[in-house]
T-cell receptor
């Protein structure tokens, strides 16, 4: 059984460029989460999806960040006009659902983003 | 606002020592509380959780009790092993829409 996968594993980009980060959740998991972990910091919750819907986008750091999920499966986190402060590890997680006995999150290996 | 504060690391212990990693939270209502662990070279994984006051989560010899009166969820283990060396994250879920993680505490266990 495959776990959560993310691609690319590493991304180096120049300031001002757009980047797309991809997450493939565990098959059958309806909930999907995006986090950011900056150097020496804890995990910063960005957004979650239940199915294809993201009920609350207020955790996204700025309007340069957007996320979508299609077909209840793959999700893409897009950062437009990247800035150096966007450099971090971006983690994706999925869970079977949101209720108490379904909410255990399974994390992917992360995408390490470096903005030069 | 809602938040989680956990003790800074690194914490270095000898094998078989007693472990406590402190975690306190700020939240309204009745949040769910979690401990996640990240072993070297691996992804984050759930260690234990608790959903209401006085609940005790336990797994792999680790325990944490949801204390609403002190707003705490301290992680404990009676006898640590070298294989417990990892980074431990306390987390809070106040509602479906938000998760808050602490900054992580690195544990080093020496033989």
């Amino acid at each position: 059984g495959a776990g959560v996968s993310q691609s690319p594993s590493n991304k180096v980009t120049e300031k001002g460029k757009d980047v797309e980060l991809r997450c493939d959740p565990i098959s059958g998991h309806t909930a999907l989460y995006w986090y950011r972990q900056s150097l020496g910091q804890g995990l910063e919750f960005l957004i979650y999806f239940q199915g294809n819907s993201a009920p609350d986008k207020s955790g996204l750091p700025s309007d340069r960040f957007s996320a979508e999920r299609t077909g209840g499966s793959v999700s893409t986190l897009t950062i437009q006009r990247t800035q150096q402060e966007d450099s971090a590890v971006y983690l994706c997680a999925s869970s079977f659902g949101l209720l108490w006995d379904q909410e255990t999150q399974y994390f992917g290996p992360g995408t390490r983003l470096l903005v030069l | 606002g809602d938040s989680v504060t956990q003790m800074e690391g690194p914490v270095t212990l000898s094998e078989e020592a007693f472990l406590t990693i402190n975690c306190t939270y700020t939240a309204t209502g009745y949040p769910s509380l979690f401990w996640y662990v990240q072993y070297p070279g691996e992804g984050l994984q759930l260690l234990l959780k608790a959903t209401k006051a006085d609940d005790k989560g336990s797994n792999k010899g680790f325990e944490a009790t949801y204390r609403k009166e002190t707003t705490s969820f301290h992680l404990e283990k009676g006898s640590v092993q070298v294989s417990d060396s990892a980074v431990y994250f306390c987390a809070l879920r106040p509602n479906f829409n938000k998760f808050y993680f602490g900054s992580g505490t690195k544990l080093n266990v020496k033989p």
